[in-house]
Every structure is written in structure tokens, then in C-alpha cells.
């Protein structure tokens, strides 16, 4: 019997997730959780929750945690970020960069290796794992195929079915390994029940796209513009509409003066800048350098500390407060 015969509640907070803006959407999925999915004992439902305990302005639109009776410890088992249910292909883009974010917060803190993530808008949802050392982007695991696709997204009461079986899988393995994922759906062991579990056009390669190394990563890197030398051991990944795109025009002592799009000028001090993946409105991405003051966001192609300057690129992208 499905859920939604037994739980008009459910199926009520599903049209007002679809038609109003994204807390009617976590609503949704918190009942939808707290009530169908991770309703034993051991699991701790929150929203607005932040990815580490001290110093984070970050927050999780919605958060499931495994309470360890034998360790007394509570560990993130699936972070989740939300849109309202009428969100545009942009804010697909920007929803999945949140919630990498949030991950990599999270497994950087506490030394984890990998987590679960969701993404979701409306009543339509994907499922992911994020690794700490891995692609550099989540890892889709259901559906298996697509990323900042809108159209990629499956609707939680129209594949039931499907989404109760990824679910499963995800109480039941608490640090996802992607490498793994052809195997979990293989295991199914019938063609036609993996490839409508996966996608339509799921084969046993299919997470080969996001999974690549060697001359292949490179190719893949290339083609998406990427620079592929990180400068530490996490290089961020942001939204670039809500950093104001800037000319470097000074570096000296310490301070970084650069030229705002309205020909001003600020300051900033040059150890506030970090090396960023930047995803441009297209969905395509950029190396370039962020800094986060009290009350602005920049952006610049540019090196902000003074080496390796190039001929920046100016876009009419303008700043937004932080998440």
C-alpha cells in the first residue's frame, strides 16, 4: 500500500510543497521522513541545522542523524538542501553547490570520509554522496545520471517505489563509497529492475562520467574549464551570482584594492581570498578567487596577492547575501 493512501496529510503537504517556496518544500520532506523513512528510535531529525558545532554560518535546510548507542555519538547520515518547487535550472545549479558545500564543511570538522546528501525542490528530489577527497562535486546515486539537470530530479510520490529502496540503502550504509554504486544496483539482478531504478538509460558504465582518472579526468577537466591543480586540500565550490565579479587594480602591502564594476574602489586584506571553483550561470565552471567580508562577496579571475596576473574578464554578475 503506498504511503501517500495511508497519510493524506502527506499527500496535502506534497501540493503546497509543488505551488509555495522551499520551506513548504522541507515540510514536506521532514513528514516524509520523520514518519515513512527514518522513523526508528536511532534517527534525529533537524532543519536549519549547521554542518559543525561551533563558528558556522552555513545551515542545512534539513539534516537526518545516527544516534550510536555504543559510542554515544550523533553522525550525519543525509544533509539536504532545498529550492521551492517551481525552481529554475539556475537554481538547480545553485542548490547542488549548497549542499557540497555543506558536506565538505561537515567531513572536514569531523574527519569523515564520505556522507549522503539530497537535494530537492517541490516534492522532486535526487540522492548523492560527497566524498572529502573525491570528484570534486557530489556523486549521483539515484537517479544514477545527470547533474544540474532540472529534468534529472524524480518526484517522491511518482517513484515510490524506487526511492524506499535508494533509502534503504542509505540506512543501511553509513559511509557511501560512488565506486560502489554499479554494484548495489546490480545486485538487483534483473536488467529491467535496474535500469528503471537507475534511469532509462543506465548501462554498468554509466557512472563512469563521474568517476575518472588519469587521461580521462583530464580530458573531462578541460572540457569543463576547470583548472585541475588544487591549492590545498579543499578548494571551495560557490555560486558566482552571489559574488560580485572585480579588477584587481593594487596589491601592496598586505591589501588587495580592487575596482567594483561602478568604478569604486575597496581593500581587502589579502589573506581573506581562497582559490575557488566558480559555477557561472551556464552551468559551466571557472578557477578563479573569492574573498568573504563582513558584508560584501567578490570574485575575480585575477591572482588577488599579486602573482601570475592575467587580463581579468569582467561579468554583470552582482552579490547576494551569504547562505
Known amino acids: 500500500m503506498s504511503i501517500f493512501h495511508s497519510d493524506p496529510i502527506l499527500v496535502h503537504l506534497r501540493e503546497e510543497a509543488i505551488n509555495r517556496d522551499e520551506w513548504a518544500s522541507t515540510r514536506f520532506f521532514s513528514r ?16 536549519e541545522v549547521p554542518p559543525r558545532e561551533h563558528h558556522s554560518q552555513l545551515r542545512m535546510d534539513i539534516a537526518v542523524q545516527h544516534y550510536s548507542t555504543g559510542q554515544r555519538t550523533l553522525m550525519f547520515r543525509l544533509i539536504g538542501q532545498a529550492k521551492k518547487g ?36 517541490g516534492s522532486k528530489a535526487r540522492l548523492w554522496a560527497c566524498e572529502l577527497k573525491g570528484s570534486g562535486w557530489l556523486d549521483p546515486f539515484y537517479p544514477l545520471e545527470g547533474t544540474w539537470q532540472r529534468d534529472a530530479y524524480r518526484d517522491i510520490l ?34 529491467t529492475v535496474t535500469q528503471t531504478l537507475a534511469g532509462s538509460s543506465y548501462n554498468q558504465s554509466s557512472t563512469q562520467a563521474y ?13 569543463m574549464d576547470v583548472d585541475t591543480e ?8 560557490v555560486n558566482g551570482s552571489e559574488y560580485s565579479s572585480v579588477q584587481i587594480s593594487k596589491v601592496a602591502d598586505g591589501w588587495t584594492t580592487l575596482r567594483l564594476k561602478n568604478g569604486s574602489k575597496v581593500s581587502v586584506r589579502c ?8 559555477i557561472n550561470r551556464d552551468g559551466s565552471r571557472n578557477t578563479g578567487f573569492i574573498a568573504e567580508t563582513t558584508n560584501n562577496k567578490y570574485r575575480t579571475w585575477d591572482d588577488p596577492t599579486g602573482k601570475g596576473r592575467e587580463k581579468p574578464r569582467i561579468s554583470s554578475l552582482v552579490s547576494n547575501d551569504m547562505l
Not at 549542499?99 to 525542490?121: E, G, N, P
Not at 526511492?163 to 554494484?183: C, N, R, T
Not at 568517476?211 to 572540457?223: E, F, K, M
Not at 589573506?271 to 566558480?278: T, V
Open 32 to 47: 516524509y521522513f520523520a514518519r515513512h523513512i527514518f522513523s526508528e528510535i536511532e534517527w534525529i531529525h533537524g532543519t
Open 211 to 223: 568517476h575518472l582518472d588519469g587521461s580521462s579526468a583530464q580530458s573531462y577537466d578541460a572540457s
Open 271 to 278: 589573506s581573506k581570498w581562497d582559490k575557488a571553483i566558480i
Open 158 to 191: 511518482e517513484f515510490e517505489t524506487e526511492f524506499l529502496w535508494a533509502f534503504q540503502k542509505i540506512k543501511a550504509i553509513a559511509v557511501p563509497d560512488p565506486e560502489s554504486f554499479d554494484d548495489i544496483y546490480a545486485e538487483e539482478g534483473n536488467t
Open 86 to 121: 517551481r525552481a529554475t535550472p539556475a537554481k538547480i545549479v545553485e542548490v547542488e553547490t549548497q549542499a557540497y558545500q555543506l558536506c565538505q564543511a561537515y567531513m572536514i570538522d569531523k574527519s569523515i570520509r564520505s556522507v549522503w546528501a539530497i537535494t530537492y525542490f
Open 230 to 237: 588544487p591549492t590545498s586540500a579543499f578548494t571551495r565550490t
